[in-house]
């Protein structure tokens, strides 16, 4: 057995230990609980570590402005697909998917794998690469979201700038960030982790290898199989991954990447889970047309629609990056690639666009 199909073996049981704890986690809180962990301790050490472990370059500060042009190219690409499964661009749904589409979570789906198959410096210029997308979820699409908001809700008033500085705020405040900008300093000044005191390392070294099993356990138990419009969210998954591959193969070749392990970080960063920030977003405003009692029909974002595609993009995202690494260098190749997002994107086209034709048929 190889050690690639070994490791996956080993990562897909941890998952399935999740799915037999569940019916010890009772409730969401303790769920959460687990996942607060991971993203305010485990993985902050891991990327601390990896930041600490490389030599910085100034050309690495062009990977958070790549990522985040990304993000804007999935944003203005999403609605040329609407059409395909009859979603209209300004309607509740399609406003939800706007911003859930584009938005990145590497943290839950992604960090882990990259780990464990591509090692520390990959793991810390994913990490630079997340930098970005933060801007992105946090900042951009608020902004995306309010504008929306007021549209479809004229009379009432937002404070931009207080919402913002908030924002920015927490930005700064989160663990991640605060290490990320502390490793930055540190090495600047000549400190990387071999200088750092025994203790300190320890405490880091020990913490990190929690990250890998809890966000795993903590996939098996938080992963849903609501009714509702499963059918939608599962092709609109397809397709976003299989249009997020054409989109790296194209940056890939425009920045003339070539050196594998930076190629593929390229393919699985890109297929990380949509993020929790612009369920957060929604949420906010949501909340502001429910206090007025306004009609579901007439909310700016569908708020179930966007929990359903959360839960199911988790697990989506995090096999098919798995599978990805599992792989080694199958999905360097260019043509592999392209014709991987093809199959994606038509997994996700066909049985709709078949479906709409079916129904028409029978009409007529």
Not at 339 to 345: I, R
């Amino acid at each position: 057995m190889s050690d690639a199909f070994q490791k996956t073996i080993t990562l897909l049981l941890l998952i399935a230990l999740g799915l037999v704890l569940r019916s010890k986690f009772k409730n969401k809180e303790q769920t959460n609980g687990i996942k607060e962990i991971v993203l305010s301790v485990a993985l902050p050490s891991t990327i601390f570590i990896s930041l600490m472990k490389i030599e910085m370059d100034s050309t690495l500060l062009l990977i958070p402005l790549v990522t985040l042009v990304f993000n804007f190219l999935m944003y203005f690409s999403a609605p040329l697909a609407f059409s395909l499964f009859g979603i209209e661009k300004n309607s509740s749904t399609g406003r939800t998917l706007m911003m859930l589409i584009p938005s990145l979570a590497p943290g839950l789906s992604c960090f882990p794998f990259i780990a464990e198959f591509l090692g520390q410096k990959s793991l810390a210029i994913a990490a630079l690469a997340d930098v970005g997308n933060k801007f992105f979820v946090l900042i951009t699409l608020y902004l995306l979201a309010m504008n929306m908001f007021l549209k479809n809700s004229s009379d009432e008033e937002t404070n931009t700038g207080s919402k913002i500085k908030s924002l920015l705020l927490s930005m700064v405040q989160e663990p991640i960030n605060l290490l990320i900008i502390l490793a930055i300093v540190l090495l600047s000044v000549g400190v990387n982790f071999t200088t750092l005191p025994p203790v300190v390392t320890d405490i880091f070294d020990k913490t990190s290898a929690l990250m890998t099993p809890l966000v795993l356990i903590f996939i098996g138990l938080a992963v849903q199989l609501k009714d509702g419009k499963k059918k939608l969210v599962t092709s609109i998954l397809f397709f976003r991954a299989g249009s997020t591959m054409l989109i790296s193969a194209g940056m890939i070749y425009v920045f003339h990447i070539s050196e594998p392990s930076m190629v593929l970080l390229a393919i699985v960063v890109p297929l990380s889970s949509a993020s929790f920030w612009p369920l957060a977003h929604i949420s906010a405003f949501h909340a502001k047309e429910e206090a007025r009692s306004l009609a579901k029909e007439k909310r700016t974002f569908d708020l179930e629609l966007a929990v359903l595609m959360l839960a199911f993009s988790l697990p989506f995202s995090t096999l098919l990056i798995l599978g990805i690494l599992s792989t080694g260098t199958l999905f360097t190749n260019p043509t592999v690639l392209v014709f991987s997002g093809l199959v994606l994107v038509a997994a996700g086209a066909i049985p709709n666009v078949v479906s709409k034709a079916y129904v028409r048929l029978s009409k007529a």
